[in-house]
Nanobody, 124 residues
Framework: QVRLVESGGGLVQPGGFLKLSCVFS????????IGWFRQTLGKEREFVAA????????YYSIPAKGRFTISRDNADNTAYLEMNNLKFEDTAVYFC?????????????????WGQGTQVTVSA
């Protein structure tokens, strides 16, 4: 089974920068997409960005586009989410997830395996 472990969250001031990492293991040949999602208390999990693991094609939500960058290193089985110019509203638990279909999806329901999440807090 595919496993994912996130790291890199923390406390940052508005306008600051964080880089999240997601190490994936197991039958990685089954992973077509790595997605980043975020969730705040009482809300549904929200799509942030996704990357096609074989090709490197990337996709972003409107709030993330222009500020966040998703990437992956297949040699190290790691995906990244670089977040610039962070805002208060970016505060959330961030999850990475693996999709086993070679079709771009934004719904959390289409991602099969999930990490445990890492907290990002933007505060002055």
């Amino acid at each position: 089974q595919v496993r994912l472990v996130e790291s890199g969250g923390g406390l940052v001031q508005p306008g600051g920068f964080l880089k999240l990492s997601c190490v994936f293991s197991g039958p990685t040949e089954e992973i077509y997409y790595i997605g980043w999602f975020r969730q705040t208390l009482g809300k549904e999990r929200e799509f942030v960005a996704a990357i096609n693991r074989p090709s490197g094609s990337t996709y972003y939500s409107i709030p993330a586009k222009g500020r966040f960058t998703i990437s992956r290193d297949n040699a190290d089985n790691t995906a990244y989410l670089e977040m610039n110019n962070l805002k208060f509203e970016d505060t959330a638990v961030y999850f990475c997830a693996a999709g086993d279909k070679n079709v771009y999806r934004r719904s959390a329901l289409d991602y099969k395996n999930w990490g445990q999440g890492t907290q990002v807090t933007v505060s002055a």
